[in-house]
Structures are given as C-alpha cells and as structure tokens.
C-alpha cells in the first residue's frame, strides 16, 4: 500500500513551466512519491517514465475528475499525506467592465477548485489524523492594485479559506499551510493573455489597454525567482514537522508584505506609481 514509507503528495497544476511542475520535482527530490496533476497528461510527459511520479489528469472545475483521482490515489497508495492546490488562473482586465462569466471562472478555478480537493480529501486524512493542506495563494492579494482585481481577490478568498480551514482541521491532525509566492517565473502570463483574448473591447478603459495588458506580464519580469529555487524551499517548509501557517517566498514577496501594513494612501500611491495606473 505504501510505497517504501513515502509520503503520498498530491498536486493540482503541474503543467511543465509552472510552479505545479517544479514543486512536484522538489518533492520527489525529498523521497516522496508525487501524484502530479494536470488538465492533460501531455503537459507532464517529460515526468512520465519516472517511478517517483504517478501523472493523473485532473481538472479542479470538475466535481467527479477530483472524485476520480482521490479514490484512484487512495485506492492505488492507501493514502494521502500532502494536498497541494497549486492549479490557479490569473486573469486581468477593469472590474467595472470585465465580464462577470470572467470572475465566475476565475473563483471557480482558484476558490471553489482548492475546495473541491479539500473535501475531496479531508474525509481520509482525518480517518488517520494526519495530513496536510497546502493552498497556493498570492502575495499580490495582500496589496491588491489594478487591472487583477479579479485574480486578487480570488487570492484572497483562498486565504481566507485557508485560515478557517487551519483552525477546523487542527481537530483532525490536519496542518493547513497558505503559501503565497512572489513574482515566481511560470507560463502564467501567456496563459492570462491566451484568455484575455476573448475579452470585450474596453469602453471607459480603452486608453489603459497597455498597461492592463502589462499587467498580465507584472509577474514575470528579469528578477522573477526561477520556480525551481522558490519550490525548494517551499517543500522544506511543508515538510517540517510543523509546518508554518504561513509561507512566502519570491521576488517582491517581502515588499508586499511590508506594502499590506502601510496606511492605504501610502501603498495607493506607491502603487499608482509601480503600476503606472
Ligand atoms: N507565477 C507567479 O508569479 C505566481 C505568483 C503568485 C501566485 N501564483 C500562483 O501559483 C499557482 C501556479 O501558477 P503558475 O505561476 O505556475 O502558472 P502556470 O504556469 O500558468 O500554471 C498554472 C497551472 O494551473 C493549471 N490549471 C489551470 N486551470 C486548471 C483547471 N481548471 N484544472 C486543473 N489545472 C488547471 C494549468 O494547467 P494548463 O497548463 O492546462 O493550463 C497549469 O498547470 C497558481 O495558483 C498561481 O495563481 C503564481
């Protein structure tokens, strides 16, 4: 049932490129045996003939694809000792004009998808007390600026979630991490742009069309951390004994986190300057 003793990890996302990706090498790296997940097994088919990693295809909107792979991973290894709800959308465009099918994809993908898993999955880690939830959010959702406020308070959502959830699960022998990354290096800003495509014309925000459009790169500038560095330590954090409550990590993590406790005309202006918005 176990394989070797190894702690079963389970990851949502794991498209080559992305954090998903590279938190699933970093776990193996640390002798786990890795559930990597993705919408299509042909994102991750460079970890295919690698025992350490049993690829499943999983799309966190779908009630019964979480269902499926939860009882073939329980089934196949007995349990599930890490859940990490890495898959996520970015999504940019003006909130008084984005369309709301836009928001209701973004919450469902990034807040209603985690939840999905956590239920998914709860029910067997408790049945041994022991396990751990590890919700990837953002550091962007702690000084939310223009053209993502969709994204950011999907973020923000999760990590409300996520401190709820910490306390419930406690009774459970459940830990519950919320990890939030800085500018880390991934496909995030193709994948927003390939969807902000689809997007309406603008009307009031038809001269921001630029920067609305810079802002699904923001992320993925020159100093972005390499998604590698920022999963080693990520996994480090996750694997402790007790783990923290809270983990960020990346480039501007630690300028966010300062930005959050600023008096709010301070970080507007600071960020009207950073955002050119
Ligand atoms: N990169 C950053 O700077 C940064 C900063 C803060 C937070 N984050 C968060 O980190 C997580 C990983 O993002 P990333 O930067 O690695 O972006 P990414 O390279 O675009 O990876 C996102 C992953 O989520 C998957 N995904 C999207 N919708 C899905 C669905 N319905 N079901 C299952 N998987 C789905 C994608 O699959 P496909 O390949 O099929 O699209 C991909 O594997 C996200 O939650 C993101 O919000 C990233």
Redesign the pocket.
Known sequence: MEPDGKEVVLI????A????HALARAFAAKNCQVVA????KV?MGDLEQDPRFFLQE????SHDSVQRVVSTVVEKYGHIDVLVN?????CVGPLAEIPLSALQRTFD??VY?PMRLVQAVVPHMASRRKGKIVN?????ALAPGPWAGV?TAS?AALHALTDTLRLELRHFGIDVINV?????????GN?VIANYSQMPEWKLYKPFEAAIRARAHF??GTK?TP?EEFAKKTVAAVLKKNPPAWFSS?HLSTAMAVMYHLPLFIRDFIIKIAMKG
């Open positions: 949502t996302g794991c498209s490129g992305g954090i998903g997940t993705s919408r299509s994102s999983l799309d966190v909107l890495n898959a996520g959308v970015q993908t990034n998808g990837v959010g953002s550091i962007a994204y973020k939030a990354p800085g500018a880390i290096r991934s496909n995030i994948a992320s993925q972005s998604s990346g």
